[in-house]
């Protein structure tokens, strides 16, 4: 392999970990406030079709990325009313609204369309040049000529960092998740941090469907996250809930997928439905290796109650 095949793929990761990180952010924020991030597939999903119809029917990326956005916190007011105010159990809860999306989404784009699924079709958002730092080698294919979602998830990961760090609200949404009844002890509403994350994070999920819809692959079809919420949930474990280990663990992820396509066009006699198994295969084996050894939050999946 060349130095020029290197530096696609390279910038195949890149691209392929993006909808992965929004996701990773957003359930990285309903974790570390004590909420399992389960639903984050299902929200994901109608993220990507609610951004594809948007855009079908207006033409305005802009808008597609907000009707992404609402349809993903759509679903995360449903996870956080039944989790925080009737304190149903979170994982079932969440595999409850994965199941919903999928649902829901195959009906409506039949309703919408007379009955039968359409052939979706969309302009894909084109890479978005940095001037001269698209220019400088090797790094410059890879990071600075990428489409501009790429540049917002990487912003992002910043802005989560300092936020949870660096901020007095980011330290309660972590006391909360470390032990709400010190926080509600101190004046903090456990049961509203809990829901704004759950639905903050469900935007960001939102926006990662987006990205695969609008920008990845053009169109919207039936399930078509295939998992990549649970890839992200994988990568937070990996980055051991922290925003920067959880684009690492994205990358990782990327790497992996974009090596997978890449082996599509060598002709191995492997069939390629194993060739497909392999990003899933890296993440039951590093959530086997890696992830016995993280610590999660103290009070994940733990109901609060007032005393």
Known sequence: ?????LID?????VRIATPLLFCALGGLISERAGTFAVGIEGMMLAGAFGGAIAVLTTASPSLGLLVAALSGATLAVVVAIATTKFRADQMVTGLAVNILALGLTSFLLR?????????????????WPVPFLSDIPVLGPVLFRQPALVYLALGLTIG????????????????????PDAAYAVGTNPVLVRMMAIIVGGA????GGAVLSLQEVGTFTDGMTNGRGFIALAAIIVGRWTPFG??????????????????????????????????????????????????????????????
């Open 1 to 5: 392999m060349d130095a020029a095949g």
């Open 9 to 13: 793929i390279f910038a195949a990761t």
């Open 111 to 127: 309703g919408l369309f007379g009955g039968r699924a359409p052939v979706i079709r969309l302009q894909t958002l084109g890479p």
């Open 160 to 179: 989560v960092y300092v936020y949870l760090a660096k901020t007095r609200s980011g330290l309660m949404l972590r006391a909360v998740g470390e032990n």
């Open 204 to 207: 960001f999920a939102g926006l």
């Open 246 to 307: 959880a684009l690492f663990g994205c990358l990782l992820f990327g790497a992996v997928a974009a090596l997978e396509l890449r082996v599509h066009g060598w002709g191995l006699p492997v069939s390629s439905y194993v060739i497909q198994m392999i990003p899933y295969i890296v993440a039951l084996a590093l959530l086997a290796g890696i992830g016995r050894s993280a610590r999660m939050p103290a009070a994940i999946g733990t109901p609060f109650a007032r005393h």
